[in-house]
């Protein structure tokens, strides 16, 4: 069977007549579609691979509809007979995150959140008109049985996860009041359902959006909401107040008359409630369940920003048994639990971090007279070195890693690997050790072991601000990183 980017590029040079200069291998941000960047020495594009045909039919319904009313979407140039494979015009690399994380609150990044809302009101009014919404994937409106089901997902996998104590019976009851009163909204229009700013691309001060084919019926507020509540982001209350106001005079312009300001503030509260909760879920689900170290990082910045909100509005609903909970997992004890002890300039703990060849040097020694420290065993990983293009690089080296991530089991293997060594570092750290050794081996020390052993140094220093020393035996490096 050939490799998923063997397939690719075949059909790729079957249709744009420009030879490949440069391949990136997109990394995984949701389900299952595969994405790649073709550059050529005329201009760059982007290549899906999705075996979801019924997804790729409404992206392509939608992306086609969407453009048609002047919306800024990627245009498609090209789908395989099959609908598995097609090629899109590059939007760019960078997204509003990119730009909010390289540049702060400034004015440039203010005006292009403007942009978004604005471009985001014509896609859900303009487009709305004459939009089939029974081709939508997955159901035709988010009315009250979609939000009680995001509810649920809140309720299964993190309230319950937590084993906090809830009379079932009266939370359910208050979930279907809040439903109820939500889907009363009196503007449904289209709703975006994934609008945060890592699904805006941003080029030369121009915006665009991506990951919209899980869009449906819904009200307005709702993608409002998620972009302008987003933990990761993290903007200021000014910046919610002013970019709201702006939004509701954009879509004042095109809506037949003037929304209730007051009525849509107070629902557009109550879908915040709901995007932050579905937002809690998610990364219970992937981060308590699936033990996912990035959406477990998330999780406090999800509380803090729940209990700010908690705290500064009102959505003007009586959910007794659910204000409850919520005032519990905001707690100062339950955020707590999510936060992961620093070091600091006193701290005496240094991880030495080591990748080697079993074929070669050998599982490292432990110098430190401890005896010990873990030594993982990435062989059971399929290896770059058997391909052509990776045999002269190593695992530091962009080829490598997007190979790794995106066609082996590399990623729940790392995932694994965070689980079992987090446990000894907070014990470290707690205890005040100073030394922890981490070894990773491979048939060569080249590729794989290199790629775990820099994941996981990066994963301790974001993580625990701890110092690592990096070394790869083989290539004859050495790294101290603070």
Excluded at 291 to 297: D, E, P, Q
Aim: hydrophobic fraction near 40%; charge should be negative.
């Amino acid at each position: 069977m050939k490799p998923l980017l063997e397939i690719v590029q075949e059909y790729f040079t079957s249709v744009i007549a420009e030879p490949i200069v440069n391949t990136e291998i997109i990394p995984l941000s949701g389900g299952d579609r595969r994405y790649f960047r073709f550059n050529t020495s005329q201009k760059s594009y982007i290549v899906c691979y999705n075996e979801n045909v019924k997804e790729n039919e409404v992206f392509f319904y939608f992306t086609n509809h969407f453009r048609s009313v002047g919306s800024p979407l990627p245009e498609i140039l090209s789908i395989d007979t099959e609908q598995k494979i097609y090629i899109l015009e590059d939007l760019g690399k960078e997204s509003l995150l990119n730009n909010l994380e390289a540049k702060g609150f400034s004015d440039e990044v203010f005006e292009l959140y403007k942009k978004s809302l604005s471009a985001l009101a014509k896609m859900q009014i303009l487009g709305a008109k004459d939009l089939d919404f029974e081709k939508c994937l997955t159901a035709k409106e988010f009315g009250k049985q979609a939000i009680l089901s995001d509810l649920l997902y809140f309720k299964y996998y993190f309230i319950d996860t937590l084993k906090i104590a809830y009379d079932k019976q009266q939370l359910l009851e208050d979930f279907d009041a809040l439903a109820t009163y939500l889907t009363k909204t009196e503007h449904k229009m289209f709703m975006f359902r994934d609008f945060q700013s890592r699904n805006i691309i941003v080029n030369e001060g121009e915006v665009s959006f991506i990951d919209y084919q899980g869009g449906m019926r819904g009200a307005l507020q709702y993608d409002v909401a998620s972009l302008l509540w987003q933990a990761k982001a993290d903007l200021s209350n000014d910046w919610k107040n002013e970019l709201l106001e702006y939004y509701i005079s954009e879509i004042d312009k095109l809506l037949p008359e003037p929304v209730q300001k007051d009525v849509f503030v107070r629902q557009y509260y109550g879908f915040i409630v709901i995007r932050l909760l579905q937002v809690l879920g998610a990364y219970g689900f992937r981060g308590l369940f699936e033990r996912k170290a990035h959406f477990l990082s998330s999780i406090p910045l999800a509380l803090h920003n729940l209990k700010w909100f908690l705290e500064n509005r009102k959505v003007g609903l009586i959910v007794p048994t659910l204000d409850h909970i919520l005032a519990q997992i905001t707690s100062d004890e339950i955020i707590k639990r999510f936060e992961t002890q620093k070091a600091d300039e006193t701290t005496p703990l240094i991880v030495k971090v080591k990748s080697f060849s079993y074929k070669k040097s050998g599982i490292p020694k432990d110098e430190t007279g401890n005896g010990g420290g873990f030594a993982f065993d990435c062989r059971g990983i399929l290896n770059p070195g058997r391909f052509e293009p990776y045999k002269k690089i190593t695992g530091r080296e962009k080829e490598v890693i997007d190979f790794l991530e995106q066609q082996t089991k590399m990623p729940d293997f790392m995932n694994n690997v965070y689980n079992i060594i987090d446990i000894s570092v907070e014990d470290y750290l707690a205890r005040g050790f100073d030394s922890l050794a981490i070894n990773f081996g491979c048939t060569g020390g080249q590729h794989r072991s290199v790629y775990a052993a820099e994941q996981t140094a990066r994963h301790l220093r974001n993580k625990y601000k701890v110092k690592v020393e990096l070394e790869h035996v083989e290539q004859g490096i050495k790294e101290v990183r603070y």
